[in-house]
């Protein structure tokens, strides 16, 4: 394959020259490709095609987090694409520059979503990822790959987890773990959810006659089940037959973005097993809507719809229903970038809370555009997903709200930590956990 015609050993253009245009993707690559490069993993693989249908024409770097942050050219999309065009052409090796660069994407699809050239950068970005293996250099993100399809064993490990929680172990070695473990254990919940959730199993509400199936994510459903109970209590008071997936299922996201095909699609499988029923589909995690629609075709015509939580709620709100909470409370509203990105409706959280009397709405801004959880990246990109998150506790402002609500788990666990470490006890909940309470019911039982 030819290499994209712009790209030319040895051509000098000062980074910065033009925003518009190509100048600092060029500049990159040129001055990457003169020094000695490292050997990549696999010259000139294929599957990168696509990247050269980028025209340049910078839309989406005011989009990007990580253009955001530091204002560099190969720290944005249309940066990527040019190393990934020029790596797939062989008119560039992969060097640790580029690499560095690459690895620092957080998948998030902010550029995907507003390219007019409709270039597919997730499916190049996860491409490189199965090529690289990269993700897969931090043992925790092999781990957890590992565990996506070890039901069984991910119980275990969590019910071990409770027992350490229960004899104060889990908080003696939060205090004293060093680095990366220090890191892994600010992320989880504290305290740890002493039980899981106790929701009844497929097929056992079927007091009404509308049926949804609700998607028992793999990392959410053990960490936030309150927000499983919640959905569960409210959808079965509107009279909906409720069907709970048999056991925490993982939509195949973690492993797609860590270069684990196989796994995602075998993930894929399971779920188009276990969510056989002609009926819509309930997610609660906005990360796992995307991977949820792909593995059931839903982009097709006649294909079961999947729906993220906040924004069912919101279309299918009773008319008659009234929701409002005992005293006047303040929410700021965090949305995760993939309630914009894979969900594609970022308003659908604000508008069901704001269904809720009593309750006042504060749009969180939105920093750099994440906060630099996604999926497994907080894990294997530490620095810069540290970076991210620097602006999140200041975004509160000097009178900071009640509570927070988000509908990602990730986003969820890096404001629990980022709220710790600032010494602030604010919770950090689900939409949907506001909404049972402003219906009077109190905080479903979990354990
Ligand atoms: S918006 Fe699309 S075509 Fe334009 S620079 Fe970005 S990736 Fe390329
Ligand atoms: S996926 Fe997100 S971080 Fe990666 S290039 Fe696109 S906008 Fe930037």
Redo the contacts with the bound molecule.
């Keep these: 394959m030819a290499p994209p015609s712009w790209i030319q050993r040895g051509r000098t253009i000062q980074p910065g020259q033009s925003l518009l245009g190509l100048a600092c993707a060029e500049s990159y690559i040129v001055s990457k490709t003169d020094r000695k490069p490292e050997m990549s993993p696999v010259a000139c693989p294929s599957g990168f095609e696509e990247a050269e249908?980028?025209?340049?024409?910078?839309?989406?770097?005011p989009h990007c987090p990580t253009y955001r942050l530091t204002h560099d050219e190969s720290e944005?999309?249309?940066g990527r694409?040019a190393m990934l065009a020029a790596w797939g052409g062989d008119s560039a090796a992969l060097d640790p520059s580029m690499r560095a660069a690459l690895d620092h994407c957080l998948g998030c699809l902010a550029?995907?979503v507003?390219?007019?050239?409709?270039?597919p950068?997730g499916r190049l970005i996860d491409r490189y990822h199965e090529v690289t293996e990269r993700p897969l250099r931090t043992p925790l993100v092999r781990l957890l790959v590992w565990l996506t399809r070890r039901h069984r064993v991910a119980g275990a490990l969590h019910h071990l987890l409770q027992g350490l929680q229960e004899t104060g172990i889990l908080s003696f070695l939060r205090r004293i773990a060093p680095g990366g473990l220090a890191r892994v254990l600010s992320l989880m919940p504290d305290p740890y959810p002493r039980a899981g959730t106790n929701l009844r199993r497929m097929g056992a509400r079927n007091a009404g006659t509308r049926r949804v199936s609700i998607l028992m994510g793999c990392v959410s459903s053990l960490w936030m089940p309150e927000a499983y109970a919640a959905a569960e209590t409210l959808l079965v008071r509107w009279g909906y037959a409720v069907d709970l997936a048999p056991h925490a299922f993982c939509c195949g996201a973690l492993a797609r973005h860590a270069g684990r095909v196989r796994t995602a699609e075998a993930l894929r499988a399971e779920l188009r097993d276990v969510l056989s029923a002609d009926q819509p589909v309930l997610v609660l995690d906005s990360g796992c809507v995307g991977e949820t629609r792909a593995a059931l075709g839903s982009d097709r015509p006649g294909a079961r719809p999947v729906h993220e939580l906040a924004a069912f709620l919101d279309a299918n709100w009773p008319e008659a229903f009234k929701a409002t909470l005992d005293r006047p409370e303040r929410v700021g509203l965090h949305i995760p970038c993939t309630q914009r990105t894979e969900v594609g409706d970022a308003g659908a959280p604000a508008r069901l809370l704001r269904r809720i009397g009593n309750l006042t709405v504060q749009a969180i801004p939105d920093g750099y555009g994440c906060c630099g959880a996604a999926g497994s990246y907080v894990l294997r990109e530490p620095g810069m997903s540290g970076a991210l998150a620097a602006p999140l506790v200041g975004s509160l402002g000097p009178e900071p709200p009640d509570r927070i609500v988000t509908t990602n788990i990730g986003c969820r666990l890096r404001w629990q930590a980022e709220l710790r470490q600032a010494g602030l006890e604010i919770p950090v909940e689900h939409p949907v956990d506001i909404l049972l309470r402003a219906c009077g019911h109190p905080r479903p039982a979990t354990g």
């Design positions: 249908r980028c025209v340049q024409c910078a839309l989406c770097l944005s999309p249309r694409l550029c995907e507003v390219c007019p050239a409709a270039v950068y």
